[in-house]
Nanobody
Framework: QVQLVESGGGLVQAGDSLRLSCTIS????????MGWFRQAPGKGREYVAR????????YYPDFVKGRFTISRDNYKNTVYLQMDSLEPEDTAVYYC??????????????????WGQGTQVTVSS
């Protein structure tokens, strides 16, 4: 089991950048994938990016490709989400999550066992 703590959210203007961090503590050897999700008011949790813990392979949904980049620092046990060219529609609480098992639905929040507390990102127009 791992514990996750996000940081780096804030209030920015459209077109700005932010880098979110997710610090992982605990038994990281049981981690299969790390994901970032977001949830805007009144909406469900939306998949943003994931990185496979062992291989480093990364995956994104179409709507963030070219704007968001997920990466990891194994020495620091930290996963990052670099967000560029932010838009007001990106306003949400951003969560990192850890999946301990392989599966076909790593774009679904149900595939993830552990969640951080979330960090608010607000993009003004």
């Amino acid at each position: 089991q791992v514990q996750l703590v996000e940081s780096g959210g804030g209030l920015v203007q459209a077109g700005d950048s932010l880098r979110l961090s997710c610090t992982i503590s605990g038994r990281t050897s049981s981690t299969y994938a790390m994901g970032w999700f977001r949830q805007a008011p009144g909406k469900g949790r939306e998949y943003v990016a994931r990185i496979m813990w062992n291989t480093g392979s990364v995956y994104y949904p179409d709507f963030v490709k070219g704007r968001f980049t997920i990466s990891r620092d194994n020495y620091k046990n930290t996963v990052y989400l670099q967000m560029d060219s932010l838009e007001p529609e990106d306003t949400a609480v951003y969560y990192c999550a850890a999946a301990s098992r392989a599966g076909p639905l790593l774009t679904s929040p149900h595939a993830y066992d552990t969640w951080g507390q979330g960090t608010q990102v607000t993009v003004s127009s």
